[in-house]
């Protein structure tokens, strides 16, 4: 066996490959501590900003959200006369809200292969799909009853939705209220 020899590596004279290579690595190791030392500032100032943030916001965040609620509840309980007194758009000083009714829809199920075959074994039931086997929406929105109990087996169902929307001088719209009513005609 031989002896692994613990000097160092014999120090040849300094050339000018040595010599750059020694100016690259103290420059790499400036700019890895000024990195570093930035990352550090950024990470407390982020702390502090993240903080200030906090406490200029307070509890305003929930008591928006609690607010929209009750507005919400009190538009859904007095529509009537709100609808009647200011139309469908009802504009005020302080923003706008919006009933919307949409017509009926359809939503179907994420996976409709299986809704498709049934469709096909059903009598007539091509007249409801497009050529490529794709649910055709707008005539299964007004299907019949038997092909319709098939829809919902597979998870479809069709209704109305209604929302209701906020409109502020000092925020984009936000949506306070949205509501699925089923179809009285299923």
């Not at 406490?55 to 609620?69: C, E, S, Y």
């Not at 299986?114 to 007004?142: F, P, S, V």
Request: aromatic share 6%.
């Amino acid at each position: 066996m031989s002896k692994v020899s613990e000097k160092p590596a014999k120090v040849r004279g300094r050339t000018t490959l040595s010599q750059r290579l020694d100016k690259k690595l103290e420059k790499r190791e400036k700019l890895a501590a000024k990195i570093a030392r930035a990352n550090a500032r950024y990470t407390e100032r982020d702390a502090k900003n993240k903080a200030r943030r906090e406490k200029d916001l307070g509890r305003a965040p929930q008591k928006l959200v609690v607010l929209d609620a009750e507005l919400a509840a009190d538009l859904r309980r007095h529509r009537y006369w709100f609808v009647r007194l200011y139309s469908k758009t009802i504009t005020r000083a302080s923003g706008v809200i919006k009933y919307v009714t949409r017509p009926r829809e359809l939503e179907l199920p994420e996976n409709a292969e299986a809704l498709i075959q049934d469709i096909l074994d059903y009598r007539g039931g091509e007249q409801y799909l497009i050529k490529t086997y794709t649910l055709d929406r707008k005539k299964i929105l007004n299907a019949p009853p038997g092909l319709w109990a098939i829809v919902q087996r597979h998870g479809g169902w069709r209704g109305r939705h209604r929302t209701i929307s906020v409109t502020s001088p000092s925020a984009k719209v936000k949506q306070i209220s949205y509501e699925r009513f089923n179809d009285r005609q299923s």
